[in-house]
C-alpha cells in the first residue's frame, strides 16, 4: 500500500489558518500586508490550494507573523 503524500494535508493545514487570518480584512488591505494581490487573497478564502504551493502558503504565514515549524514522527507501526 503506498504511503500518501503528505504535501496536501500540509497545504490544507496552511491554508485554513491563513483563511482564519484574512477573514474580516478588506482584500486589498490584507494583500498589501502580505505581499500579494487580492486575487490571490480571494483564492485563499475560497479554499482554492491548489494554486499555491506549499512554500508560498509557509512564506505567508510567515509574513503575517506566524511561526512556522515542522514536526517529523515515526508513523504508527505498520504503516511503512
Known amino acids: 500500500m503506498p504511503i500518501p ?13 491563513l483563511a482564519r487570518l484574512v477573514a474580516g480584512w ?9 505581499r500579494t494581490d487580492r486575487s490571490r487573497i480571494a ?8 494554486r499555491f504551493s506549499l512554500e508560498t502558503l509557509l512564506r505567508l504565514l510567515d509574513r503575517a507573523g506566524m511561526q512556522v ?12
Open 26 to 34: 478588506n482584500g486589498d488591505d490584507i494583500g498589501a500586508y502580505l
Open 69 to 80: 515549524e515542522l514536526r517529523v514522527t515515526p508513523r504508527p507501526f505498520g504503516r511503512r
Open 43 to 50: 483564492d485563499l478564502r475560497r479554499g482554492r490550494l491548489e
Open 5 to 17: 503524500d503528505p504535501i496536501p494535508a500540509l497545504k490544507r493545514q496552511a491554508g485554513a489558518e
